[in-house]
């Protein structure tokens, strides 16, 4: 199923409503209040996003975003809102949630992981909100990486700086409050340094590129596959296909190494094609990439390994 990729068709204006439910009786169909839910409906195509606990804090999008943008400015104090911009949205075709990426307009917050002798990659950080209007997800934001001359991000859970904040009135007033611990923002770029940094110096041969990114972002072949649906089998084709240009394309451009097939699982986590056999998302995606990395750079530095 496509998605929402356009941030304007994520903005879309939503309302609350009362729930009520039609009972029958012997007397007749009554219409009674359900008085501890309320639904979230999107009131330009009159569809029911989510029905809700009472004490659910709606968080509109234009609000989530805006947000964001005194996020950015809080844990880079040396920007202003205006330098920041919408790089990437992402929602499925209900819009019951949503992620935004903010990025820095300049090179200013840019950084190198590799010398200069060596055709140094520029780094660049970015920050997603994440929001819902079914109570699946929190409002969250989350401090990410991403490779400046192809767009490959990744979110690394527990490296870096994240704000979440569960939709209930009492986490969620009409403002947020983003408290930055000064001590782990001084180490944000130094954490990703260290973990990327070693990934090059670890050699990886070309035949094991595909299984990695399989392993680590779960993909799996449908079972049974020579007797289902004939377009399932087609797109497994076309997605070993995709896979196999990916990793030929950066096993070309950087080696037989981690950092290759690194940038390959990065590029596929923030690009997916659309395939009947992906079933996470772009966000989803990008994490299992950042766990990854905080896994195996640690890894591939033990003697045994």
Not at 257 to 286: G, I, K, V
Request: net charge positive; aromatic share 10%; proline share 4%.
């Amino acid at each position: 199923m496509s998605r929402l990729a356009k941030i304007e068709d994520i903005l879309f204006p939503v309302e609350e409503h009362p729930v009520f439910v039609h009972v029958k009786m012997k007397s007749g169909e009554r219409r009674l209040p359900v008085s501890d839910k309320k639904a979230i409906l999107n009131s330009k195509t009159n569809r029911v996003l989510g029905v809700v606990s009472r004490g659910y804090r709606l968080v509109k999008n234009t609000e989530a975003l805006e947000w964001a943008y005194q996020c950015c400015t809080m844990v880079f104090p040396n920007t202003k809102p205006v330098e920041w911009e919408v790089k990437a949205s992402d929602a499925p075709q209900t819009g019951g949630h949503c992620f935004i990426d903010l990025v820095h307009n300049s090179s200013n917050l840019d950084f190198h992981l590799v010398d200069a002798k060596s055709r140094p990659d520029a780094f660049g950080p970015f920050i997603r909100v994440t929001n819902s209007y079914n109570g699946l997800r929190a409002l969250a934001f989350d401090v990410g990486f991403y490779r400046k001359v192809c767009q490959n991000g990744m979110i690394i859970p527990e490296s870096v700086i994240r704000f979440k904040f569960n939709h209930m009135r009492r986490d969620i007033g009409n403002s947020l409050r983003f408290e930055i611990d000064n001590q782990k923002l001084s180490k944000l770029k130094d954490s990703f340094q260290d973990l990327v940094g070693g990934l090059k110096e670890c050699r990886l041969p070309r035949a094991y590129f595909e299984i990695l990114l399989r392993k680590v972002l779960a993909i799996h072949k449908p079972k049974d596959i020579e007797n289902i649906d004939n377009k399932i089998s087609a797109d497994w084709k076309l997605l070993n296909n995709h896979l196999g240009l990916l990793c030929d394309r950066y096993f070309m451009d950087l080696g037989d190494n981690a950092y290759a097939a690194f940038n390959a699982l990065t590029d596929f986590a923030s690009h997916p094609p659309e395939n009947r056999c992906l079933h996470r998302d772009r966000h989803s995606m990008q994490r299992l990439a950042g766990e990854w990395l905080a896994k195996f750079s640690q890894e591939c530095r033990q003697s045994s390994f």
